[in-house]
T-cell receptor
Framework: EADIYQTPRYLVIGTGKKITLECSQT?????MYWYQQDPGMELHLIHY???????EKGDLSSESTVSRIRTEHFPLTLESARPSHTSQYLC?????????????????FGQGTRLTVV | AQKVTQAQTEISVVEKEDVTLDCVYE???????LFWYKQPPSGELVFLIR??????QNEISGRYSWNFQKSTSSFNFTITASQVVDSAVYFC???????????FGRGTSLIVHP
């Protein structure tokens, strides 16, 4: 069972509001990711982090920002929500399978946050 | 650059039929990992299998089997005797070299009718 948690699961918010989507993992993974996905559609990488104080933008341009102050925590913030931000946001992490091994684990996903901006 | 192609957008079968989901990948790296995930209607992604580039053995897990062929850069997924509970979107993914970032295909929606 994956130890990665996202809150809230569902969020309905008005246009112009600032929101933060939380993501935490307890596996000690250094790599973390945020994907945006419309229901049943492809996953778009919007942000990723290779470790503390490391953040990069992904393939899909996003108005959101992220921070990585602690290994386990990778929150995503929208300063001013718009209806075009309505989507599902998935957080994931990955790392190495055991000490000294070069095997990369799969990405472990949280349950997602379904955001609706009205 | 790496790329994953799932050419089948949607597949519809009747229960108990066998179904194969195709996945073709592109990478210049010699070390890479391939994955399959299942996304049921509830939305979470469920990990199914990981295969690294040095292990071409096929794998079977219950009704699921995977065929990895480096010669054709394919990693296909077969469900034998499909069930309604198999209805979901299935994603193939690739992590290559040192980037760690999973690249996902567009997904294949599988609908199993009773």
């Amino acid at each position: 069972e994956a130890d990665i948690y996202q809150t809230p699961r569902y969020l309905v918010i008005g246009t112009g509001k600032k929101i933060t989507l939380e993501c935490s993992q307890t596996m000690g993974h250094d790599k973390m990711y945020w994907y945006q996905q419309d229901p049943g559609m492809e996953l778009h990488l919007i942000h990723y982090s290779y470790g503390v104080n490391s953040t990069e933008k992904g393939d899909l341009s996003s108005e959101s920002t992220v921070s990585r102050i602690r290994t386990e925590h990778f929150p995503l913030t929208l300063e001013s929500a718009r209806p075009s931000h309505t989507s599902q946001y998935l957080c994931a992490s990955s790392g190495r399978a055991g000490t000294g091994t070069g095997i990369i684990t799969e990405a472990f996903f949280g349950q997602g946050t379904r955001l609706t901006v009205v | 650059a790496q790329k994953v192609t799932q050419a089948q957008t949607e597949i519809s079968v009747v229960e108990k039929e066998d179904v194969t989901l195709d996945c073709v990948y592109e990478t210049r790296d010699t070390t890479y990992y391939l994955f399959w995930y299942k996304q049921p209607p509830s939305g979470e992604l469920v990990f199914l299998i990981r295969r690294n580039s040095f292990d071409e053995q096929n794998e079977i897990s219950g009704r699921y089997s995977w065929n990895f062929q480096k010669s054709t850069s394919s990693f296909n997924f077969t469900i034998t005797a499909s069930q309604v509970v198999d209805s979901a979107v299935y994603f193939c993914a690739l992590t290559a070299g040192g980037s760690y970032i999973p690249t996902f295909g567009r997904g294949t929606s599988l609908i199993v009718h009773p």
